[in-house]
């Protein structure tokens, strides 16, 4: 085994040097220092939301080492999560595959006493609850799957018990997307997906644990059944959701169904569809090319979703300090601001906040009017002078969250049955 | 007969035993190479057709669920037919193309060098990936795409088409744009074979063009059309990303089902449709196999 040199800096140092806020804030924990860190490789993977280069560019710039990044689709995520252990560092997955990968043994628990911006976590992965008063949605609430009973625990926790499964990097809240130039009228509620007035010009993602997510909201919406939990249907629930799906679906309803991101902003560019399930980056890519689509606040809430960093089991050592310190970073506000000025939210809001100008901020985060033009981190104009956010502020929209994506304990059987939808 | 046994075996003191070792040493690479990565990995996709899986998990075991499961339900059965459906669509189609080019490029090209030029010129788009292909089909026939806006502007309709993109149609359109050349390439090398002298006999016999072609050339040429219909057939049937791009997902055929299945982690479940998928295609190529005897091709 290597023995590697840390040097822990006092915070007095640290402020005299210039640049200091960025390593400030990545300070508490023992930072993996000297020549070796240059040679340390992380492999992350991940769906492609998180997964930029510029983040392992910055990586490199902050903290020495190289973060090799792949992006793959959700369900290559969790195939590789789940079966090839070996081929990765770090897993930037999603809550619900946590829920499915974490009983492999393939990740480990992380230690929260070893990260610095634990406490400025937002709640709804600690207790659930973005406020106080806040009613926890249905589905796979992160706080559900985000703890384990200790470090080499295998099943998940209601309480923060100071193990985490995953550290949250990224959520947001999902809506429909349309085309407002091609629908002419308000869209207000879920059940427009299925309005024979859209007829061959709807779409939805055939990704099965988002996809039944979105149906759900949408039966639920048309009046025709209200889930006690929509996300652990029973049986004759899927079976009632799908088959209202199937029948719209023989019927002419979807020109096509998506799986990627990029699908989904074709489709909606090109005048394909002009209303979708979709994801927020999508919708401003969209918006992008001078064609108006609108994230759509709805009367029933939104389908939430949220993301975090799983460490590899068989992580160790020098590495597995080198993870550590990347996650310190990962929450110390610069990936926040990255994320957020694309319209993501960031787990600890108030460092992300320094890395963002104040019109950002209020644009992005407290629903404010933008005062000049909105640009992404890439230097692309998103939003013009005057624009505001669709639904608002993060407490508006986050705080309107009516489920998240799910795994079911009928998953298999969904799975199966959604099989058949997509082949019907 | 006793001469040349003699001679055969006695010159050179080789014996009888000894050719055949060397024989089997001259066969033992290609047998290995198809051992290794022919029938090793299909018989772990037979034996791991029995097996079960969770969600994240597959375990040995030997049952038959996955079968069961897989023919009784009717959406297999939809799935299958589809399957068939595009297979046989695109067959005839890239058959009748490609026959037409072939026959072209064989009988009325006079020179071997516009021959080999005009043959070249057809495996052009084979530069690119076929993906790329296919995919540039999406913004051509979208409902604002350029047929669609070329045809409303012609006057010949008022609105646009929606059957072209996301449909039947625009799936067999693309595989027989990718597929085609598979059919033209062994027609056109059969056709060159033949001896123009059988075709100015049929002539010289009061023949019309189309009982030469008729009587004279398709049946000469059935090993081509036999092994580039066992290219299309078999690629047709075992595609999977063809069908999802140009039905924008909404179709499916066996292949989807068990690339659907991996994305899931049931490997059992994939494993026991590729095995009958498998099946299909080996009866169906046998069954052509039956009408022409293709090493004399060979």
């Given amino acids: 085994m290597t023995t590697i040199s840390k040097v822990r800096y006092s915070r007095r140092s640290m402020l005299k040097a210039g640049g200091a806020a960025v390593a400030a804030a990545a300070l508490p924990a023992p930072m993996v220092w000297g020549q070796e860190t240059k040679n340390i490789t992380l492999r992350q993977f991940g769906t492609g939301v998180s997964n930029l280069n510029e983040v392992a560019e910055k990586v490199k710039e902050d903290l020495g080492f190289t973060l090799e990044m792949t992006a793959l689709d959700s369900d290559s995520v969790t195939q590789r999560a789940a079966t090839q252990p070996d081929s990765f560092d770090i897993a930037d997955i999603e809550y619900w595959i946590c829920k499915k990968v974490w009983p492999t043994g393939n990740l480990q628990a992380m230690d929260t006493s070893k990260i610095a911006n634990y406490d400025k976590i937002v709640g709804i992965f600690r207790d659930g609850k973005l406020t106080p008063e806040s009613v926890i949605a249905q589905g796979t609430a992160p706080h559900t799957v985000g703890f384990t009973t200790g470090a080499d625990g295998t099943t998940f926790v209601d309480e923060e018990s100071g193990w985490m499964t995953l550290i949250p990097t990224i959520y947001n809240a999902d809506t429909l997307g349309i085309r407002p130039d091609l629908i002419g009228r308000p869209i207000n509620n879920w059940s427009e997906l299925l309005n024979p007035e859209f007829k061959g010009k709807a779409s939805i993602l055939d990704i099965s644990s988002i996809g039944i997510m979105d149906m759900a909201m949408v039966v639920e919406s048309m009046g025709e059944y209200t889930y006690p939990d929509k996300g652990n249907m029973t049986k004759e629930e899927i079976d009632l959701t799908l088959g209202i799906f199937t029948e719209a679906k023989k019927n002419g309803q979807f020109r096509a169904f998506w799986k990627s991101f990029d699908e989904s902003v074709n489709l909606m560019a090109s005048g394909e569809v002009v209303i979708q399930s979709m994801w927020s980056p999508a919708i401003t890519a969209v918006r992008s090319q001078g064609i108006p689509c609108v994230y759509q606040p709805l009367e029933e809430g939104y389908r939430s979703w949220g993301g975090g960093i799983g460490l590899s089991a068989s992580l160790s050592g020098m590495e597995l300090d080198a993870a550590y310190e990347y996650i310190n970073w990962y929450l110390s506000g610069w990936v926040g601001g990255f994320l957020m000025r694309q319209g993501y939210y960031s787990a600890v809001p108030e460092t992300s906040k320094n890395f963002m100008s104040e019109d950002e901020w209020g644009f992005w985060f407290e629903g404010k009017e933008a005062a000049g033009d909105i640009t992404n981190p890439f230097g692309d104009v998103m939003e013009k002078a005057g624009a505001v956010r669709d639904g608002g502020s993060f407490y508006d929209r986050m705080g309107a969250v009516a489920c998240w994506n799910a795994v079911m304990d009928e998953n298999q059987y969904m799975v199966r049955k959604w099989n058949e939808f997509i082949a019907a | ?298």
């Fill in chain 2, 1 to 298: 007969m006793a001469l040349r046994h003699h001679f055969k075996t006695k010159p050179f003191g080789v014996s009888v035993r000894n050719t055949s070792v060397i024989g089997w040493l001259l066969a033992s690479p290609l047998s290995l190479v198809l051992l290794v990565f022919l029938v090793a990995p299909i018989t772990m996709i037979v034996v791991v057709s029995f097996w079960g899986a969770t969600e994240w998990s597959i375990y040995p075991a030997f049952q038959f669920d996955n079968y069961a499961f897989l023919l009784t339900s009717d959406v297999t059965y939809r799935v299958f037919l589809n399957t068939l459906k595009y297979a046989a669509i695109t067959w005839v189609c890239t058959l009748l193309i490609g026959f037409t080019v072939a026959y072209y490029l064989a009988f009325h090209i006079r020179s071997l060098t516009w021959q080999i030029a005009l043959f070249l010129l057809c495996t052009i788009p084979f530069l690119t990936s076929n993906i790329i292909r296919m995919i540039s089909w999406i913004p051509f026939l979208g409902r604002n795409g350029i047929a669609n806006s070329t045809l409303i502007s012609m006057g010949v309709i008022d609105e646009p088409l929606e059957w072209l993109l996301f449909s039947d149609f625009s799936v067999v359109l693309a595989f027989v744009h990718l597929y085609t050349l598979f059919m033209v390439v062994p027609i056109f090398n059969t056709m060159m074979r033949i001896d123009k002298s059988l075709i100015e006999a049929a002539a010289d016999a009061g023949a019309t063009g189309w009982q030469t072609l008729w009587h004279v050339i398709v049946p000469l040429t059935k090993p081509g059309i036999m092994i580039g219909t066992i290219f299309v057939v078999a690629l047709v049937m075992g595609d999977f990303i063809t069908v999802r791009f140009m039905s924008g997902s909404q179709s499916a055929n066996m292949g989807r089902l068990i690339q659907n299945d991996i994305a899931l982690l049931q490997y059992p479940s994939a494993s026991a449709t590729a095995v009958i998928l498998l099946i299909t295609v080996l009866l169906l190529i046998g069954t052509l196999l039956r009408f022409v005897d293709i090493r004399k091709e060979l």
